[in-house]
C-alpha cells in the first residue's frame, strides 16, 4: 500500500481496492466499484497463524 498523495496528480493511477471498509465514515465513498476488505480479512489473510 502506497498513500496517494505521495504523487502529483497522476491520472493513470487505479482505485480498486478499499481495506478497512468496516471502519470507514458513513459519508465516504467512492464512485467507482472496488473490491473491499474488512479489518478481519485483512487480518485473516496477511497476519501469518500461530502453527
Known sequence: MIPV?????EE???F???IFIDKKPTFYS????TD????????ARFVPTSE
Open 5 to 9: 498523495g505521495l504523487f502529483d496528480a
Open 12 to 14: 493513470s493511477l487505479v
Open 16 to 18: 480498486d481496492h478499499q
Open 30 to 33: 467512492f464512485s467507482n466499484a
Open 36 to 43: 473491499n476488505m474488512t479489518g478481519e480479512e485483512v487480518f
